[in-house]
C-alpha cells in the first residue's frame, strides 16, 4: 500500500515564498515517478510539475516556469516544491501525487491519469 502525505502550505502575501513537502511510503514507492496539481475553488485540478525517477528531469506548467522548482530526496522518499514569487492566482489546494506508470519512471509525466496514488491536500493562500 503507497501512501502519499503533503505538508508546508499555508498564508503568504503575494510576492512571498513557500516550501511544500510531500513524502511517499510503501514497498516499491522508490521507484515512482511524482508530480504536483493544485485546485483552485471552481476551477479543475491542474497539473503544476513533475518529476522522474531515473535522473531526476523535471516538467512544469508554463504558470511555474519560472518560479516554482521540484526537487527529490530520494533517501527520504520525499519531494519538495518550492514556490516563490507567489501571486494571488497561486491560491489553491496543492496535491502530491505518486505514478507506478512505468513510463513516469523515465518521464516527467504530466497527464493526471497517470497518476494512482494521491495524497489529501496543502492549502496555500496568497494573499494581495
Known amino acids: 500500500q503507497v501512501q502519499v502525505a503533503e505538508s508546508g502550505g499555508g498564508l503568504v502575501q503575494a510576492g512571498g515564498s513557500l516550501r511544500l513537502s510531500c513524502t511517499a511510503s510503501?514497498?516499491?514507492?522508490?521507484?515512482?515517478?511524482m508530480g504536483w496539481f493544485r485546485q483552485a475553488p471552481g476551477k479543475e485540478r491542474e497539473f503544476v510539475g513533475s518529476i522522474s525517477r531515473t535522473d531526476g528531469r523535471t516538467s512544469y506548467a508554463d504558470s511555474a516556469k519560472g518560479r516554482f522548482q521540484i526537487s527529490m530526496n530520494s533517501a527520504k522518499n520525499t519531494m519538495y516544491l518550492e514556490l516563490s514569487f507567489l501571486k494571488p492566482e497561486d491560491t489553491a489546494v496543492y496535491y502530491c501525487?505518486?505514478?507506478?506508470?512505468?513510463?513516469?519512471?523515465?518521464?516527467?509525466?504530466?497527464?493526471?491519469?497517470?497518476?494512482?496514488?494521491w495524497g489529501q491536500g496543502t492549502q496555500v493562500t496568497v494573499s494581495s
Open positions: 510503501g514497498r516499491t514507492v522508490s521507484t515512482y515517478g
Open positions: 501525487a505518486a505514478s507506478g506508470d512505468a513510463a513516469c519512471r523515465f518521464y516527467a509525466c504530466e497527464a493526471d491519469h497517470r497518476y494512482v496514488y
